[in-house]
C-alpha cells in the first residue's frame, strides 16, 4: 500500500506538470481523492480495531521503516483527508479569481499533493529519520503554498517567518531524535519508550519539554505562535483553511504522540500542557478581538483553539496520571474531537472570508459591511461557523467543549488541585465569552448593516461549485452538533490507546452525557422551530418597512455605523496592557479642514519581546561585517582564496607547532 | 412532577417586573400602575404590527424568537429542591450557561443588523459585560461541584445543604452573587438603568430599538422569565431538608417576592454608574466568586 500510495503521489505531480493550465486543478482533485481513498480505507480499519503495521526497507541510511497506524493516527488520517479534499475543491475555484503563470499555478497544485501526501507520511511513520523528512517536505510545501501571490512583498516576508520558524521547530525535533538515537540505537519511534525507562524522570521530562517546543511551533502554542498571524492572511484562502485546520494539528499529533510513548511523569506533563494551553487559549482569543483584518483575526483564533485542545490534553494526561477513567477519557476525548471541529469550522471561516476577499478586495474588516444581502449563502456558512467556533449548542464546537468542561470539572472533584483547575474552567469561559466578543463583531460588521465603503463592482454570491465543499462542511458541523453519540464510539479506541487498557467506565459515562445532550440540543433546535412557526401564526400581518431610527436623524449615512474598532473600544482599553497599541490621528486645522485619517494598528507583545528584539539585534550584530558583502566578485574570489589558504594553512600550522613542541620537550 | 419548576417559573414570570414596578411606585410615593401591566402591554405588543428597518435582513426576524427559546431551554434545566428539572445530567449548567449565550449572540447581531450606530453601541456593551460576568458563574458551580462531588445542577443543590452552617452561608453568598448576575444579564441597576431616555447610556434598551410589535413582546417577556428563572436559581439555596411541597412552594414564591421587591429598592435608591465602572463592577464579583470557591477550598481541606 505504501508503495502504491508513493507511486499514485509521484505519477500525479507528472500529470499536473504536464496538462493544460486549465485541467490542472481537475488533477490535482483527483490525486487527492486517489491518495485520500487508500488511506482512508486503512484508517477506517486502524479505527474499527485492526490497526494496520508494515516493515519497509528504507536501504543503509533509513534502516527499516516502520509504517504503523494505531486508531490515533488513523483519526489524525480522516481529518486530514476530508479537509484537504475539500480545501482543493475551494481552492479550485478560488485560484479562478487569481490568474497566474502556468508555472506557479503547476508548482501550487504540486505542493498541495506532496503537503498531503507529506501529511499522510507523518501519521503512518513511526521512523524518526523518515518522520523527518516528512516533516521538511510538509513544513517546504506549505511555504511554497504560502507565497502564491509572490509578487507581493508582505506575502514573501511572511512566508519566510513561517519557513524559518518552522525550522526552528525541525531543529528541536532533530536534537531530540538525535538525544534518543544516541542512547538506544535506534530510529523507531518505540525506542523513546525504551529511552525514558532507562533513563530515568527527570531526563525523560527534558526530553519531553524538548519535543513539545518543537511540536508546539507549529501548532503555534504562545509563545511559539508568532508566525500563524503572518502567514495565514498572506496565504491564499483555501491554503489558509487547511493550514489552520490541519497542519498545524500535525503538531498537536506529535504532542499526542509523545504522551503515548511516555510511560511516567504524567501528573508533570498534565499540568505543563494544561498551564501552556491556557494562556495560549486566552492569549490567542485576547489579541483576535483588537484585529482587523479577517484573516489575521482568524489565525488568532486558530492559536485560541489550539489552546482549547491543549486544554483536553492537559486534562486527559492529568486523568492518566491519576488513574481516573472518565477525566482521561473526556480530556482526550474533548481533545481530539476537538481537533476535528476546529478543522471544519475553521476551514469554513476562510472560505467564507476567500469568498469576501474575492468579492471586495480587502480583508479590512471596517471597509465590509451589509453583505448579507449580496453574498446570502456564505454569509449563512460564516455564522453558522461562528456560532461554532463560540462553542454554542447546537453546533460542533459545543459538544468538545463540553466534553472538556466534564474532564475539568471531574478533575476539580478528585485531585487535590482544585485550584489550579479551577483557573482552566474560569480560561475556558472566558475563551468563550470573547470568542462571543469577537464573532458578533467580525460576523456583524461584515455581512450585517450597510457597506461602509463605496464599492465600485458588484458584488455577487460565489458559484455553487465554490459553496459546494462549504456546504459539506456545514453540513458535518450541524451533524457532529445533533449526533454527538457516534463520534464517541468512534473516538473510543483512540483514548484507549493512551489509558492503556480497555475503558468502559469513561467511554459509558461519556456516552450517556452525549445521548442526554443530543437530547438536549435536538429540544433547542425544535423549541426555536416551534417558537418560529407560533411567530408565523401569531404576529400581526400588518408590516410596515422604514428607515432605522436614527433619533430623529433620518437620512441614510452609512458612516454613522458602529466599525468594528469602535464595537471592540471599550475592551481594548481594558487589555491595553497586554498589547501595543499604534494611533496616528490628524489634527482638525483651519476652518474647513481636509479629510482627516485615524489608524490605529495593534501589536503582539510577546512578539515585539521574542522575536523582534533579539531579530534586531542580532541583525545590529551581524550588520557589522556588511562590508564583507560589497558585492565585487573579485572580493569573492580573494575570499575563495582565504579560505582555501586558511584551510590548508590551519592543520600546517597547528602540526609546526605540535612539531614544536616536541622538540623544545626532548631540549 | 419533573414539569414544576417551568410550571412555576412561568406563573412567576407573569408578575415579576410587576411587582418591581409597584415597588418603585410605592417607594415614591406614586400610585402606580397595577401588578398585571407589564404583561398587558407585552400582551398589546404581541398583537400589533411591526416596523421593520430596511437595512435589516432575516437575522433581525429570526432573533427575538432564538432569543426566546433560549430562555425557555435553560428553564428546563432549573430543578426545584430535589425535583429534576426537565431536563438533567451531568454538566448540565454548561449547557445552560452556553444555551443562554446562543440566545444573547443572536441579540447582539440583529442589533447590528439594523446598522444604527445606538445599537452598536448597546451591542458592544452587552457583547462585554456578558463576557466579564460569565466567569463568575462557572466558579460558583465550580465551587459548589467541588464542594458535593456532583455536576448537574439538581445534585449540587440536593447535596449541598445541611452538611455544615458554613454551607448556608456559602450558599448565601452564592445567592447575592447570582442576584447580581441577574441584574446584569437583564441590564438592571446599577449597571443600566432601563427608564433612562438617553440613548448614550443604554445597554439592552438601545439594543432592541428598532424592534417593534410581536418581536417586542417577545423581547420584553424574555426579561421577565430571566429574572423568574434566577429567581428559581436562588430559590433553591433556601428549601428545607425534607423538601416537603407546603414549604418549598411557599418559600419559592417568598425568595422570588424577596427578589423582585430587593430589586425594586436598589432601582429605587441607586444611580446608574458610569459606563467605565462597570467592568470593574462585575469583575468584583468574580472576585466574590473566588472568595466562595477558597472557602469550598477550606471546606474541603484541598488548599495546596
Known amino acids: ?667 | 412532577m419533573r414539569m414544576i419548576s417551568l410550571l412555576l417559573i412561568l406563573i412567576t414570570s407573569f408578575f415579576f417586573t410587576g411587582i418591581i414596578i409597584r415597588t418603585k411606585s410605592i417607594l415614591s410615593g406614586r400610585k402606580g400602575p397595577g401588578i398585571m401591566q407589564p404583561m398587558k402591554d407585552i400582551i398589546r405588543s404581541l398583537r400589533i404590527g411591526s416596523v421593520y428597518s430596511k437595512t435589516t435582513s432575516f437575522i433581525f426576524q429570526l432573533a427575538p424568537t432564538v432569543y426566546i427559546a433560549t430562555i425557555l431551554m435553560a428553564i428546563l434545566f432549573i430543578p426545584f429542591g430535589n425535583q429534576r428539572g426537565v431536563l438533567s445530567f451531568n454538566g448540565d449548567f454548561v449547557f445552560f450557561a452556553y444555551t443562554l449565550a446562543l440566545g444573547k449572540f443572536f441579540m447582539i447581531i440583529a442589533s447590528l443588523d439594523t446598522g444604527s450606530s445606538f445599537e452598536g453601541m448597546g451591542a458592544s456593551r452587552e457583547a462585554l459585560y456578558s463576557m466579564l460576568v460569565e466567569p463568575a458563574f462557572f466558579i460558583i458551580m465550580g465551587s459548589f461541584s467541588l464542594l458535593t462531588g456532583f455536576t448537574s445542577f439538581v445534585d449540587i443543590f440536593s447535596a449541598m445543604h445541611f452538611g455544615s452552617y458554613v454551607t448556608y452561608g456559602l450558599g448565601a453568598l452564592a445567592a447575592f452573587v447570582f442576584a447580581i448576575i441577574a441584574l446584569i444579564e437583564n441590564s438592571r441597576m446599577p449597571v443600566d438603568d432601563p427608564k433612562t431616555h438617553l440613548e448614550l447610556t443604554m445597554i439592552h434598551e438601545v439594543m432592541i430599538l428598532d424592534n417593534s410589535g410581536y418581536d417586542l413582546g417577545l423581547i420584553l417577556y424574555g426579561t421577565n422569565l430571566k429574572f423568574a428563572m434566577y429567581g428559581a436559581l436562588i430559590a433553591n439555596f433556601f428549601h428545607t431538608p425534607g423538601y416537603e411541597w407546603y414549604y418549598s412552594i411557599p418559600i419559592f414564591f417568598g425568595v422570588q417576592l424577596a427578589f423582585a421587591v430587593t430589586v425594586g429598592v436598589v432601582e429605587s435608591f441607586s444611580a446608574r454608574f458610569r459606563m467605565n465602572h462597570n467592568p470593574q463592577f462585575i469583575l468584583m464579583f468574580t472576585s466574590i466568586s473566588l472568595l466562595i470557591f477558597l472557602g469550598v477550598l477550606l471546606l474541603t481541606g484541598k488548599i495546596i
Open chain 1, 1 to 667: 500500500m505504501s508503495v502504491a500510495f508513493l507511486i499514485s503521489t509521484l505519477l500525479f505531480i507528472l500529470l499536473i506538470s504536464l496538462v493544460h493550465p486549465g485541467k490542472k486543478g481537475m488533477v490535482a482533485v483527483a490525486g487527492i481523492i486517489v491518495n485520500s481513498v487508500m488511506s482512508s480505507w486503512i484508517a477506517v480499519a486502524a479505527l474499527s480495531g485492526n490497526a494496520f503495521s508494515q516493515v519497509l526497507n528504507g536501504g543503509p541510511v533509513f534502516g527499516d521503516i516502520a509504517i504503523r497506524l494505531d486508531s490515533i493516527s488513523a483519526w489524525f488520517i480522516l481529518v486530514t483527508n476530508f479537509t484537504m479534499l475539500m480545501g482543493i475543491l475551494y481552492g479550485r475555484q478560488y485560484l479562478r479569481h487569481h490568474p497566474a503563470r502556468s508555472a506557479d499555478m503547476s508548482m501550487h497544485y504540486i505542493s498541495y499533493l506532496l503537503n498531503h501526501a507529506a501529511l499522510t507520511g507523518i501519521y503512518f511513520i513511526q521512523n524518526m529519520l523518515a518522520f523527518l523528512c516528512a516533516w521538511e517536505i510538509m513544513a517546504i510545501t506549505a511555504f511554497i503554498l504560502v507565497i502564491f501571490e509572490h509578487a507581493r512583498m508582505e506575502t514573501l516576508k511572511a512566508g519566510i517567518n513561517y519557513l524559518i520558524q518552522s525550522h526552528i521547530s525541525i531543529i528541536l525535533l532533530t536534537l531530540g531524535f538525535i538525544w534518543v538515537y544516541t542512547s538506544t540505537g535506534s530510529f523507531d519511534f518505540e525506542a523513546i519508550r525504551t529511552y525514558c525507562l532507562s533513563a530515568g524522570k527527570e531526563a525523560a521530562l527534558l526530553l519531553f519539554l524538548v519535543f513539545f517546543v518543537g511540536f508546539g511551533i507549529k501548532a503555534g502554542f504562545v509563545p511559539f505562535h508568532t508566525w500563524l498571524p503572518h502567514a495565514h492572511p498572506a496565504a491564499p484562502s483555501h491554503v489558509s483553511g487547511i493550514m489552520s485546520g490541519i497542519l498545524i494539528k500535525a503538531g498537536i499529533y506529535g504532542i499526542l504522540r509523545l504522551l503515548l510513548l511516555m510511560p511516567e511523569n504524567h501528573l508533570a506533563m498534565g499540568y505543563f500542557i494544561l498551564a501552556v494551553s491556557v494562556i495560549t487559549g486566552l492569549y490567542g482569543v485576547i489579541l483576535a478581538i483588537v484585529q482587523h483584518n479577517i484573516k489575521k483575526l482568524l489565525a488568532y483564533h486558530s492559536i485560541e483553539n489550539i489552546g482549547i485542545i491543549g486544554i483536553g490534553m492537559g486534562i486527559g494526561t492529568i486523568g492518566v496520571g491519576l488513574g481516573s477513567p472518565f477525566m482521561a477519557f473526556a480530556g482526550y476525548a474533548g481533545a481530539m474531537l476537538h481537533v476535528l471541529n476546529h478543522a471544519l469550522f475553521k476551514s469554513l471561516l476562510f472560505y467564507s472570508a476567500g469568498n469576501v476577499y474575492n468579492a471586495l478586495h480587502t480583508l479590512v474588516i471596517d471597509r465590509m459591511g451589509g453583505l448579507i444581502r449580496n453574498m446570502p449563502r456564505t454569509a449563512l456558512f460564516f455564522l453558522i461557523a461562528s456560532l461554532a467556533i463560540c462553542g454554542l449548542p447546537p453546533f460542533n464546537g459545543f459538544i468538545s467543549e463540553f466534553l472538556i468542561y466534564s474532564g475539568l470539572l471531574s478533575a476539580i472533584g478528585s485531585s487535590h488541585t482544585a485550584s489550579v483547575i479551577i483557573l482552566a474552567v474560569i480560561a475556558l469561559a472566558l475563551i468563550g465569552g470573547l470568542a462571543l466578543l469577537c464573532f458578533t463583531k467580525a460576523f456583524g460588521i461584515i455581512f450585517l448593516g450597510t457597506a461602509r465603503h463605496v464599492q465600485h463592482a458588484e458584488i455577487r454570491e460565489e458559484n455553487n461549485a465554490t459553496l459546494f465543499p462549504m456546504a459539506l462542511t456545514a453540513i458535518l458541523i450541524i451533524f457532529i452538533g445533533l449526533l454527538p453519540q457516534l463520534f464517541i464510539s468512534v473516538l473510543r479506541r483512540p483514548v484507549e490507546l493512551f489509558m492503556n487498557m480497555p475503558d468502559l467506565e469513561g467511554m459509558r459515562v461519556s456516552a450517556q452525557i452525549m445521548q442526554q445532550i443530543s437530547i438536549a440540543v435536538w429540544g433547542l433546535v425544535l423549541l426555536i422551530a416551534i417558537l418560529w412557526l407560533l411567530r408565523k401564526a401569531i404576529a400581526s400581518r400588518q408590516v410596515t418597512v422604514g428607515p432605522t431610527w436614527g433619533c430623529a436623524y433620518t437620512t441614510d449615512s452609512p458612516k454613522l455605523q458602529y466599525t468594528a474598532s469602535s464595537f471592540v473600544r471599550s475592551y481594548a482599553k481594558i487589555i491595553k496592557p497586554l498589547t501595543i497599541t499604534k494611533k496616528s490621528k490628524d489634527e482638525v486645522l483651519g476652518i474647513i479642514p481636509k479629510p482627516l485619517h485615524t489608524e490605529t494598528h495593534f501589536h503582539d507583545k510577546l512578539e515585539s519581546g521574542l522575536v523582534d528584539w533579539p531579530t534586531r539585534n542580532l541583525r545590529g550584530f551581524l550588520g557589522r561585517f556588511k562590508f564583507l558583502q560589497n558585492g565585487s566578485v573579485q572580493f569573492y574570489v580573494l575570499y575563495g582564496v582565504v579560505f582555501i589558504a586558511i584551510s590548508i594553512a590551519v592543520p600546517l600550522i597547528i602540526n609546526a607547532v605540535r612539531n614544536l613542541a616536541h622538540i623544545l620537550k626532548h631540549l
